[in-house]
């Protein structure tokens, strides 16, 4: 029927049976014509329908869309022109054939079509389609037949269709043009990121990424030059698809473990009847351990939603993997043409009668299907990488926004560095799963074709070969379990290791304070042994497994060619037959070897997926007991209120009722531990509720006791997201009393503070959390003893300017916990907590009439303070403070300025004549005017120092050479030697054995297969299978050795970062966030544990590979080198752009990661904050933002990879292409076997020092300071301006002085944890500087401000070097006042304390820190504000044994309550860092000095209106 169309021949085969080839032009102008047009008509609606939908607003005209469309209509034009021909044709008697009109007319549809197609691009962001791109390679392709086959006729003197000849080529020079336009990219406005906009080709071969590479070739990359993320990827709107999936997903999984546990508990009723009768005598202890025993077994495995993450993420992301699939499906399918090509290459080089034409055909094939093959690869790694960067982003988001809402109870479960962990982790673990994922189905996929093309080849002999790996798969097998087992073990490993150094970071001051640097270093070096020696066992395992990957492939191809030649002695093994059969072996080496891996992987993630459904699944804190009402006469309600922290536990809260009205002060009191936070933590919704509920009107603001900062400067932390009111700010910043503070802190309110306020005194933190507070404008205030860390005059002042009756927040609800007694006549109502319940509450008055146990509470203390707290009820106590000063009765604002201007200068007395009002209120208004002024300097330059905490620092540039040799020398370099040369030999033999069985399959041709002789036959199995028997041998050896190497480097890296670390001074610790320290010993660890050694294995091998492959191709075709030399310079120039740019965007992937991980510590710290002020939306967007950018680097990279590996295949396609041309160019001098062979391979001062002080110093405890200076850190001012004092042997010295005058510091220079700026310390005639570390922490005591513990038992804490008997021990807890607490608890000594203490009150770890103290007996006792967060009573306990127990030690004693210094021998008086006054108390108050005047405030007259 076809040829009447064209009348002429359709198809007749010897038209190929020539030297000359050719296709019939029939065929020519019918099929090859039509492909591409049904192609462009099939799918033409479709896509218009996919722009229509997907429309965004017009873009404007450019020159390259103005080009294609005219290129077009030129296309339209011939195509009418050649209709007009054949139409003016046909009015002659020749008859013209149907095939000359049908065209054009279908031309002419088609360009009408594609011009409208073009259009309609205008409102895409993409303007080049892949299927237009596809429609012209597809015309350029097939017209290239019709090309040659007109151009043919002509030369050969046949012009009688001259003018449709023309137009042909006119057409088809069109049509190359406007691919070559398609090619290019057309820029839009909307978006700057290329890949949006790239072209269909620029897309496929990653071209649009080049700008990039040059850029970062030439200069490192920064931030700013990495292109932002596509809206479809970011981490908003992944997580919102997830949480819909998860939404439905869990629900299933909840009712799965709901159903599970109902069939268990059926199972077990029947059980527990039984038992009970014969244990009825057991006594109630056991039964009680029993219990707790079985609660920890069950909690741990069994009830949590199980198998619902994986199906969530199939479910959010089956569109990515369905397109990744499909790629890999035709890459597959592809990869098996490759042999079959082979086998046509080698039996054309073998056949001298095959024509020229068919070698060149098979040489292009060989090429086009091998650039296809890898541009289908590399672009389905990008889906999947993509998909696993998604995931890991999704996951990232998911945990964090969990760690905003979980309950208590399960919150208990994990540690911050275990939450950590999570998202570094096993989001990576999920991440690397994701790019295996389709090696499932694809390894059975190549394992059944393999064997199926091998078969055709070898017939049946192939199963002997196929047994053999199949006899691998449960060996390998075996050992991925076993592998999968360390792994876990060693994840556990990890958990511990990282909870340990967060808890060495967070209490590092104590550390240095006690010298017990070491034990904890042999804790985590302890842990850190378990897990090397695991990761060596794993390395192992996985050498073996190396072992028979590689050894498989030799000993299948033995074995099958063995049984191929005995089965029959007709076969004979030829060049075709081995060549062939050994590119399909290599094809099934790769999925075989495969299989564990995947497995392994999919087993890793499968235990991170399970940590991971625990902990998202987990319950959410149930709020539902706290109401919030808006319209409700009280502001909080209690009614019959019962909360605990732990459902095990009996309630901490118990049966509560109170009501609190509107605008009241109601002040909350009761001993340590009675539960006064507790309470305010059952309001802030954190406890669990057992009956009853609380309702509140209105929004809450919160002050923790332990005050949570945040690391960014002063003023965000104040303003806490909210906008900035700088009328507002500047009165919050006076009433709580922090103008001082910033007139000494550097770049003032811009200061930034460290992680967790590490550069701050606890006042300053205290008042700051306070700030915060004050600034937000809420209708209820928790504050949870806000004045413990404060001195009494800031005190005063904050509670008159700030919570009292005339202070900022007059009006608003304030529910106050405190132990400040002498504020309590101005508060509205007084709750008198005790046990979990209330025992009093009422009025100041009322309760004092009511003489119970309020009464008796104010007695005792009234007693021990003497005057301070002078228990008057005279509400206008304001007249009183000043009564020191008989001519002030202004109004309040000027006893605020006064207060202020007493606080900023003790030294300069305040006389009493200059005290005019009207010059008050001017220097109040100056000084913040001036204030005012100085913030907008400032704000234009940075102050020194004020910027603290350090940009983590991006390398640029080439890795140095020394940062390789020092991880090659930690691998030690015998090692390597030993790893290089075993390598070495195995690509000798690899060589070898290909040379071998290139000979071999000569002798197909000498002995023509009739009179193989046996003992040749022998020789060649034996020897080829003894070259790769010594291949693997050598593999392994070099493996084993390369295991040992990393992991003796891991381990010396570990060691040598962990001592740097625990041997930084203080100041390392200001300037770097915990998190960034915490990367280095999770992430950067990690990567030298399991990264690099691969890497550096697989880099030998690769490069080992590539050199013989080189070298036995040039020993076949010495012309190859021709070649070589330019694609091999080539390859290095591709090479270096890339490395450039890798290395930075990896270097930028690291240092954007920390600061997720900073900001997530930071905000499970900070939880009840975050919550209290309901800004977890805030937070939430903070954490996406660092996710995204930290993907935008990842992203980046992985596209550079992708751009690197289609660059280099495409060198390596071409290596092969210009092999197989050099094959059929030099057919003569080659042989089919030479053919095969060349194609198939185609810082810190040290802890002890030489001088050592002398034994049993220091005897007697004197202290000298000789002009002593020190500061922070060396761009800052002094912070101690040369003190000089003498402190005789058993003296009790007291240092008072306003917040920030440097008290602190000085024991910070006691204890040399800053060093000197200038002058010495002398303790009993040593300078503190000449000796060790170590030697001076452990002889002096400290009892720090912060009361710090670590998790572990209550033992650890007290003795970690287990230097004291028990006895001594539980001495020490009776002296603190903790022995019936210690003893009242399940475990004792052994009790669990959790991460920093959590599981008991601040009042109790001071005490314990008291206890330390007191076991550490030594001369000289340092209590630095030690009894801030205890109430009076137990204050004065603590006093008592301080002065019984240490009478004989040298005390210095730094407080905020004047009384408790009192009774010192001294009195050291420091102001901006001088001593001012210095001298027995008596002496100090008959001076009017700056301490009478203080003593005076605090309503001290003489010492014994203060003694106790």
Known sequence: MLEKFCNSTFWNSSFLDSPEADLPLCFEQTVLVWIPLGFLWLLAPWQLLHVYRTKINRSSITKLYLAKQVLVGLLLILAAIELALVLTEDSGQATVPAIRYTNPSLYLGTWLLVLLFQHSRLWCVQKDSWFLSLFWILSVLCGVFQFQTLIRTLLKGNNSNLAYSCLFFICYALNVLILILSAFSEKDDSSNNPSFTASF???????????????????????EDVWDLDEKIKTKTLVSKFEKCMARELQKARKAVQRRQRGRAQGNSGDRLHGLNKNQSQSQDILVLEDVKKKEKSGTTENFPKAWLVKTLFKTFYIILLKSFLLKLMHDLLMFLNPQLLKLLISFANNRDAYVWAGYLYSVLFFVVALIQSLCLQNYFQLCFMLGTSVRATIMASVYKKALTLSNQSRKQYTIGETVNLMSVDAQKLMDVTSFIHLLWSNILQITLSISFLWAELGPSVLAGVGVMVLLIPVNGILATKSRAVQVKNMKNKDKRLKIMNEILSGIKIL????????????????????????????????????????????????????????????????????????????????????????????????????????????????????????????????????????????????????IMPGQLVAVVGTVGSGKSSLMSAMLGEMENVHGHITIKGTIAYVPQQSWIQNGTLKDNILFGSELDEKKYQQVLEACALLPDLEVLPGGDLAEIGEKGINLSGGQKQRISLARATYQNSDIYVLDDPLSAVDAHVGKHIFNKVLGPNGLLKGKTRLLITHSIHFLPQVDEIVVLGNGTILEKGSYSALLAKKGLFAKILKTSTKQMGLEGEATVNEDSEEDDCGLMPSVEEIPEEVASLTMRRENSLHRTLSHSSRSSSRHRKSLKNSLKTRNVNTLKEE??????????????????????????????????????????????????????????SAWTNDSKTYNGTNYPASQRDLRVGVYGALGLVQGVFVLLGNLCSAHASTHASNILHKQLLTNILRAPMSFFDTTPTGRIVNRFAGDISTVDDTLPLSLRSWILCFLAIISTLVMICMATPIFITIIIPLGIIYTFVQMLYVAT?????????????????HFSETVSGLSVIRAFEHQQRFLKHNEVGIDTNQKCVFSWIVSNRWLAVRLELIGNLTVFFASMMMVIYRDTLSGDTVGFVLSNALNAPWVTDKRPPPGWPSKGEIQFNNYQLRYRPELDLILKGITCDIKSMEKVGVVGRTGAGKSSLTNALFRILEAAGGQIIIDGVDIASIGLHDLREKLTIIPQDPILFSGSLRMNLDPFNNHSDEEIWKALELAHLKSFVAGLQLGLSHKVTEAGDNLSIGQRQLLCLARALLQKSKILIMDEATAAVDIETDHLIQTTIQKEFSHCTTITIAHRLHTIMDSDKIMVLDNGKIVEYGTPNELLKNSGPFCLMAKEAGIENVNSASL
């Open 512 to 659: 240095k304070y006690f010298a017990w640097e070491p034990s904890f270093k042999k804790q985590v070096c302890e842990l850190r042994k378990k897990e090397l020696k695991n990761l060596l066992t794993f390395s192992q395992m996985q050498t073996i497994m190396t072992f028979l990957l590689h050894l498989s492939p030799v000993l299948v191809s033995v074995i099958t060619f063995s049984v191929y030649i005995l089965v029959n002695s007709n076969n004979v093994l030829d060049a075709e037959k081995a060549f062939t059969s050994i590119a399909l072996f290599n094809i099934l080496r790769f999925p075989l070897g495969m299989f564990p891996m995947v497995i392994i992987s999919m087993l890793q993630a499968s235990v991170s997926t399970e940590r991971l459904e625990k902990y998202l699944g987990g319950d959410d804190l149930d709020t539902s007991a706290i109401r919030h009402e808006y319209n409700f006469d009280k502001a909080v309600q209690f009614s019959e209120a019962s909360f605990t922290w732990d459902r095990d536990l009996e309630a901490t809260i118990r049966d509560v009722n109170l009501d």
């Open 1142 to 1158: 890798s290395r930075q965007l990896k270097r930028l992937d690291s240092v954007t990661r920390s600061p997720i991980y900073s």
């Open 940 to 997: 234009e330059e940075l102050v020194k120092g004020q910027k603290l905490i350090k940009k983590e620092f991006i390398q640029t540039g080439k890795v140095n050479l020394s940062v390789y040799l020092k991880y090659l020398r930690a691998m030690g370099l015998c090692l390597i030697f030993f790893i290089i040369i075993a390598y070495v030999i195995n690509a000798v033999a690899y060589i070898g054995s290909n040379l071998w069985l």
């Open 201 to 223: 080709l620029s897309s496929i071969t990653f071209s649009w990424y080049d700008s990039i590479v040059l850029k970062g070739y030439k200069q490192p990359l920064t931030l």
